[in-house]
């Protein structure tokens, strides 16, 4: 996949699928440049996505559904744009995110060991940036 790069705000980054381990679905999507991936990663990441996404979740399926390629439907995300002022927060945010959930990582993640534990907590570490972000969102998203 070459010219292909995610990064997700725990600090992952990822040129091809070598080494990975899918429990049950992997979606992957080109990008020019890191700071593109960095966008995308911010905006499908956000609270405002997430808040967009929760009429189409049932009760089965609490707080993480298989939307697939729902995301889209309910919020088509505007190309790239470096120069737009928006983008260029969101990706500042992302990268910001991806170091400090790095250094708790590195600090041993407060011993939590189960991987809803440990979400919740990467989350607490970036809790202001991803208040930053869904404001961002919410411009860049028309809201």
């Not at 996404?53 to 309910?74: G, N, T, Y």
């Amino acid at each position: 996949m070459a010219g292909s790069v995610v990064e997700t705000m725990a600090g992952s980054v990822v040129e091809t699928m070598a080494g990975s381990v899918v429990e049950n679905a992997a979606y992957s999507c080109e990008v020019s440049t890191l700071a593109e991936a960095q966008y995308l990663c911010a905006v499908l990441n956000s609270g405002v996505m997430d808040t967009r996404l929760s009429a189409l979740r049932s009760r089965e399926q609490k707080a993480h559904p298989h939307v697939h390629k729902k995301i889209f439907d309910v919020a088509p995300i505007p190309q790239f744009d470096p120069a737009n002022p928006d983008h260029a927060a969101l990706v500042a945010l992302c990268a910001q995110c991806a170091q400090k959930v790095t250094q708790w990582k590195a600090g041993g993640m407060d011993g939590a060991t189960d991987i809803g534990v440990r979400r919740r907590k990467a989350r607490a570490v970036i809790a202001a940036e991803l208040l930053q972000i869904d404001g961002h969102v919410r411009r860049v998203l028309g809201d």
